[in-house]
């Protein structure tokens, strides 16, 4: 369903951002659900997007609360807290079933963008914010002839590049290759790659393919550990497989720091207040290289990513 939370301007951005919200391993409702959806508004009018998409879970996890109505009830009118002359984002909530574990909601976002002829996706999680700042700088990193996705650094990332060693034409690891002094490029894994939680994607490549399913952890494992437990980390495949389809050098992915006083902030914290889901989170930042290794091993790929 589409919310138009004021008149939309006649000339539209090409931008659009997304989440998701689900319910997770969460044992309770979310007790700041409101904060979070007009936090996420508030960063879409702060970077000039004009849509901004929230892929909801529509099945019931906790039993008479729905998560959907919810969204809907918060979002129709848009939360009180934003001015009226602020109101120019267009609001879309996507109930997705069957929720799956990661691809079929992403997959509802890309093709939902897709149809509003965005020329760019900012996936973000609903705890992240940033400025406008920061995504002129996302954006001037994406050629959209040449990039698929941009990403920036996040706590739990495995970033190479230093420009100072750059400089100074330090040794690098033998499997990353110097780019003068715009960056190094590494071996895609599941903590050198970009996340979703904080990544711009090029709709036109990644609408090609959207995610691929093989990041459903739908494969009997190896070890016999439980299927599934190789989910997630959707970012590696589809950037492997874009890069093989397109080559390299018209699928880059690229991982980047941010200058001064700009940065992304990602408000894990705010799990302290469900043991369970602090827990999983956890879990799932763990095992990212392990279970992007055994998606990339299934479908015989490697890919690279761009540090800068």
């Known amino acids: 369903m589409t919310m138009t939370s004021a008149s939309t301007p006649a000339t539209e951005a090409p931008l659009a951002i997304a989440t998701r919200l689900h319910l997770g391993h969460a044992s309770h409702p979310p007790p700041n659900l409101r904060d979070m959806l007009t936090s996420f508004i508030t960063l879409a009018q702060t970077i000039g997007a004009n849509h901004a998409v929230i892929a ?3 099945a019931e996890r906790i039993t008479g609360y729905d998560l ?3 969204v809907t009830k918060i979002c129709n009118p848009p939360p009180t807290d934003l001015t009226p002359s602020d109101n120019n984002v267009r609001i879309h909530i996507l109930p997705v079933t069957p929720w799956g574990k990661f691809v079929p909601a992403l997959n ?3 093709s939902h963008v897709a149809t509003l002829s965005a020329k760019y996706v900012l996936m973000t999680s609903a705890e992240v914010q940033l400025s406008q700042d920061v995504l002129t700088i996302m954006k001037s990193k994406l050629d959209l002839e040449k990039t698929l996705v941009v990403g920036t650094v ?3 990332h495995d970033y190479r590049y230093s420009r100072q060693a750059a400089v100074q034409n ?4 033998a499997s990353e290759k110097v780019l003068d002094d715009k960056g190094v490029e590494v ?4 903590r050198t790659t970009p996340w979703n939680t904080c990544s711009l994607w090029n709709v036109s490549k990644l609408s090609l393919t959207g995610f691929l399913l093989v990041s459903e952890g739908l494969h009997p494992e190896e070890d016999g550990s439980e299927l599934g437990s190789s989910a997630g980390v959707e970012e590696v495949c589809t950037i492997a497989t874009l ?3 397109l080559g390299p050098g018209n699928a880059q992915a690229k991982l980047i720091t941010l200058p001064g006083e700009e940065s992304t902030s990602w408000e894990t914290q705010n799990f302290e207040n469900d043991a369970k889901r602090k827990d999983w989170h956890e879990k799932k930042m763990a095992s990212k290289v392990s279970r992007a290794k055994r998606q990339l091993e299934l479908l015989g790929l490697s890919g ?4 800068c």
């Open 56 to 58: 909801v879970d529509a």
């Open 68 to 70: 959907v109505d919810e």
């Open 108 to 110: 509802a976002i890309v």
């Open 154 to 156: 996040l706590p739990g």
């Open 170 to 173: 330090e040794e690098v690891g």
């Open 187 to 190: 071996e895609l894994t599941g």
């Open 243 to 245: 890069q093989r389809i």
């Open 304 to 307: 690279t990513v761009i540090h």
